[in-house]
């Protein structure tokens, strides 16, 4: 089974493990990289699916940031992920 973090319930923020690789490109900047192209598109359309507002989204090395409208729609996504963790 799946595990997101281990934050306080309350929170709107999510981390979970993705196939994502921060490279830097010549400016200086991180770009990600997707070594399963199927995941980015699957989450978004997951979380469009079961109406869940997020309000950013920040890539970290092996791992997907998100931050949601409140914390409802956070513990929402989470019981969704950790529930069918294969669809992502």
Known sequence: ?????KRKLNSK???IKAPVMMVQQ???YDTPVWMDRHFFPNLLDR???YKIEMTGIEF???A????FKDY???TKFRLIYEKTPEIF
């Open 64 to 67: 997907v940031k998100i931050t």
């Open 72 to 74: 409802k729609h956070a």
């Open 1 to 5: 089974m799946a595990s997101v973090s």
């Open 60 to 62: 970290k090395h092996n």
């Open 26 to 28: 010549g400016d200086g």
């Open 13 to 15: 923020v999510v981390k």
């Open 47 to 49: 979380i469009k699916k």
